[in-house]
């Protein structure tokens, strides 16, 4: 997601993970630089409002913030995230 | 003493109640299952050849289908009886995965086994078999309405309501060409000539009602696997369906991020955000 610097992205987490220490360690270690909402482990608040049952699970929201794409990884997630950006930098058309 | 241990061990692992009658056979093919197990994923954890991988993935699969079937010879002698059903429900809960003959399993418990009142968990796992699809629905829709216990009722209940969700979905994408391209691709031809003639709203609209049947009438049933009641369960899953849809604004998001900070997903508007919801495990 480097490649979006400078751009009007964001990639914000909400972790899972119930030792809080150890994922510090893990992020420092492998550089994350995105902030997340820490949920406390799998049955957290956040987790189970959103009915989150399997992971990773993603949402992909426009710059007005509504859903736009759920669940796109890889190659369509790099499409949905470009033809976002392009119709929030692309002039208005009358 | 070996044997207990067995059990033991299983009953850990699969995170289910523990049959009170271990039969010799049933036993014998549950051994034989987590034997395989173990010298296959050994193999392929040594084995850094993609081919090799394949190979040896191929031959546990067949190696597995026979303990399957085992068990479906056993539950075929036994008929009725308490053998029987532990060994139908060993095909659906104990891991095995996804066979031909675990359709004949689902057939078989619905003769049988519908009134028994251990099918909860029974009832939770099938959904995970894709390939069973409609019978998995009808299944559930029987166990609801004819098992006589409350949990039971609760969890295929909510399982239905959970099945009939995701497969409208399916057949949501089936009705757009860029993404039924994919779903083609990727499941069994019958299936897919199945929801392209089914109504998905229809199908959605009766998920709902199932939902909201678990929250009136099974709020008192808690779900095995994690303890959570089912009316919980239900509600997540009803806001999902009526709150996170695409083409909906997302819900505000107000909390502390890993380093204490506030985290706020309304501050980010004026930007395209991804919202991932992640761990390590």
């Known amino acids: 997601m480097k490649r979006l610097a400078g751009r009007p992205f964001a990639l914000l987490g909400i972790n899972s993970d119930s030792d809080k220490e150890k994922l510090k360690e893990a992020l420092l270690k492998e550089n994350i630089t995105w902030r997340s909402w820490w949920d406390g482990g799998t049955t957290g608040p956040l987790t189970t409002k959103w009915n989150i049952t399997s992971w990773p699970t993603n949402y992909v929201l426009d710059a007005g913030g509504t859903i736009r794409y759920k669940n796109v990884y890889d190659q369509d997630l790099e499409r949905a995230v470009n033809t976002l950006l392009k119709e929030l930098e692309e002039p208005k058309r009358p | ?281």
């Open chain 2, 1 to 281: 003493m070996i044997t207990y241990l067995v059990i033991f061990v299983f009953g850990l692992l699969s995170c289910f109640e523990q049959s009170p009658e271990e039969d010799g056979p049933l036993q014998r093919i549950r051994g034989d299952y987590e034997k395989i197990n173990q010298k296959y994923n050994e193999a392929l954890r040594a084995s850094d050849n993609e081919k090799q991988r394949e190979e040896l993935l191929g031959v546990k699969r067949t190696h597995i289908q026979e303990c399957v079937r085992s068990a479906l010879r056993l539950a075929e002698i036994h008929g009725a009886d308490s053998v029987a059903f532990d060994s139908l429900k060993w095909i659906i809960t104990g891991g095995p995965g996804y066979y031909p003959e675990t359709g004949q399993a689902l057939d078989k418990i619905q003769e049988h086994h519908l009134t028994n009142k251990k099918l909860g968990l029974l009832c939770v796992h099938v959904k995970v078999f894709r390939n069973v699809y409609p019978k998995t629905a009808e299944f559930l829709r029987s166990a609801m309405q004819r098992n006589p216990d409350l949990e039971v009722q609760g969890l295929a209940c909510l399982t239905l309501a959970q099945v009939l969700q995701a497969y409208a979905g399916l057949a949501k994408k089936l009705k757009d060409p860029t993404s039924a391209k994919t779903i083609e691709e990727d499941w069994p031809k019958e299936i897919v000539e199945k929801l392209k003639r089914t109504d998905p709203e229809k199908m959605i609209r009766e998920a709902e009602q199932l939902f909201q049947q678990t929250i009136e009438k099974y709020q008192e049933v808690k779900s095995p696997d994690d303890g959570t009641s089912l009316k919980l369960k239900a509600e997540a899953c009803l806001f999902e369906m009526q709150r996170l849809r695409v083409g909906m604004v997302a819900p505000e998001i107000l909390g502390i991020d890993i380093d204490g900070n506030k985290l706020r997903l309304g501050d980010y508007r004026g930007k395209v955000v991804v919202l991932e919801f992640w761990g390590h495990w």
